[in-house]
Each structure stands twice: as C-alpha cells, then as structure tokens.
C-alpha cells in the first residue's frame, strides 16, 4: 500500500515531532515546524501525536492514492482540498495540493501513519543534517502502515474550526522572551527589537529564520563560548540582523541570545512566508509558561474529544 509523487513540491518531507534525547550526540530535533497542526492532523485519522505525517512547504505536492485510504489535512490552506477534517480517497485517487494560500506550512496525515524507517527514535526528515531520509523527489513512493483504516463513505461532514489553533496573519506579534544577552544590546537596539518590523528573509529555512529589519548592535564586543541553543532561540549574527533559530537548529551556538519565542507562538512564526512581517511583544517567562500549558491542556482535550467522535462514528 502505497502513494506515489507525481509531483514533488517545493519542500516535502516525512514528519513526526522530532528525535530528543540526541542533543549530547550533537544531532538536533528537527521534527515538524508546526508541531499543533501536525497532532490535530494525525488526531483527525484515528493516528497517535507522533505518527509521521508529510510537511508540505508553500507549494503542494501531487500524489496518486495507489491504495484507498483515510487522510487529513491541516495548517496552511490549500484551495481546492476539504482541510481540518477527516477525508476518505479512493485508490487511484489524484490530490494536487498547489500553491498554498495562506501560510507557508500543511500537513498531511493518513490513517496509521506513513511507514517510514526510524532513525535515532523518529522518521524526521533533517533536510540540513541529511539524517532521517530526505525531501521527496518525483517519482518515489510513501509506503503506508499496514492495515491502514479505509472506508467506502465519506465523513459525515464535521470538521474542526482552525482559528484557535491556525494563524497566518502577519500583523499577529510573536511572543518574545529576553535572552541571557538582551541587556548586552546598545539602548536603541533594545528599543527596536519591541518597536520596529521585521521580515522573514527569502534565504530562511528549517534550520532559521533570518529577519530583515533595524541593524541590532551591542553596546560592547562579548566572548563567549557555544552553549546549548533550541528552537526559538534568537541569535545576533555580527552582520546585526537576528536569526530566530527554527526546527533543525543546530544543538549549540556561540552567537549573543537577545531572546526567546515563547513556544506558544512558534508554530505561528513557522506559517510565516519569505517576506512576511514579524513584530515581537515581550513576555516574561511565568507568562509564556503559563500560556503554553493552558493551550496544550485545550489541546489534549480536542484530541481526546476527536478520539471519543471517532470511537462513535465508526
């Protein structure tokens, strides 16, 4: 049972939410960039959190169903296919996903997972590490599990509201804590980090995001050594244009940390296109604590609500 790449899209990889524990190795996360729409994807299909899912990056892929099969779609919309629900295909079904419309990242579940090898505990795609697998290519084939759930009928039609959960809006601020080097910046590049826009730099990836904006400077040079870095960080370059660390981030750096994106807003600054504006609102760790377990507490409760519609449903 299997699907087959037409056409590859512009970035897509097989997905799950990272390999952890490997960081003294010095190997990374990697994992999804919007780690929220990759759970309610595979939640849609009856799947565990951490079931690989494909990312797909601004443009879709197309893909030939050789085998009858039950998918979901979330994060980033791509007209023309029903998204954030459960949706039956046929076997010799063909789904183009096209260019996104807003947002720059989806995700693409199926019921029981896509059977790709696990590597250090995951079957993340590190694009930069090259560990994991690699970006699709046409022409290749994604196994799926085995046993994977079909069915003859479509959903009865329910789906999920994104808008707790989905935000591609540009003039949303991110949340941003400062970081052990904050202080260390002039008075005017202290003032810009919160006042002035940025914009997502075309050459930004998976490793980090490059920002366009005001030219930040410390007050004074700073020797530092490489300490451990993780996604969100946001590194001062000696060019003065900040880099917000992002899924492959490597394990260590010796860059300045000015600051922190709450983990609350990462997947929001993961929808973010080339281009894009970015404005930060400060937020103190308490707070971005506290808001991240309020939302994976409403989190763990959709998923487990979907689990119970499921359960009834079939």
Known sequence: MSIEVLRAGLLTTVQDR??????????????????VALRLAN??????PDAAALEITLIGPRLRFETAATIALTGA??????????????????????PARHGARAYVAVARGFAAERVLGSA??????????RALRDGD?????????VANEPNPGWSLDPRPWFDADAATPIRLICGTHFGALD??????VFEREFRIAPDSNRVGFRLDGPRLALS????????PVAAGTLQLPPGGQPIALMAEHPTIGGYPRIGHVAAIDLPLLAQRRPGAAVRFVQIDLDGAQ?????????LAELIEAIHQRLMHDA
């Open 187 to 192: 008075p005017a590049s202290r003032a810009a």
């Open 43 to 48: 939640a849609l299909v009856g799947n565990a």
């Open 141 to 149: 084939r994604i196994a799926i599990g085995a046993n994977s759930r």
């Open 290 to 298: 506290t808001r991240y377990l309020e939302r994976e507490r409403a």
């Open 220 to 227: 004074s040079p700073l020797e530092l050594v490489s300490e």
């Open 77 to 98: 919309e791509h007209p023309g296919i029903a998204m954030w629900r459960a949706l039956h295909v046929d076997a010799g079904t063909v789904l183009d996903f096209g």
């Open 18 to 35: 990272g390999r952890t524990g490997c960081a003294m190795l010095g190997v990374g996360t990697a994992g999804a960039m919007d780690d």
């Open 124 to 133: 993340s795609t590190d694009v930069n590490a090259r560990l994991g697998g």
